[in-house]
């Protein structure tokens, strides 16, 4: 997340997800689409628990697990293959 509270882009720089908590908007990487679907779910719901909760604190990850039990296995996938979801 940007100091700036406005943008948030941790989840996989190359891939580049975005959040504006301003207006409430949640733009994606095309590139997306080419992963896993629990690989989109999952990102998906680690967006919207920002609009939650911002920063990445031991409530956020609890609230990521209430969705998404399984996340630290997709967070592996993710470091290992995101960087290929660009190719
Ligand atoms: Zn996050």
Redesign the pocket.
Known sequence: ?KKNGLS?S??NNTLKTNMLFSNNIISLNVNLTKAPSEIIHYIII??LC?FKITG?SYNFWNLIRSYVPDYPKLIEWLNINGKNLLS
Do not use: F, T
């Open positions: 997340m948030d941790h989840i680690h967006e920002h990445h």
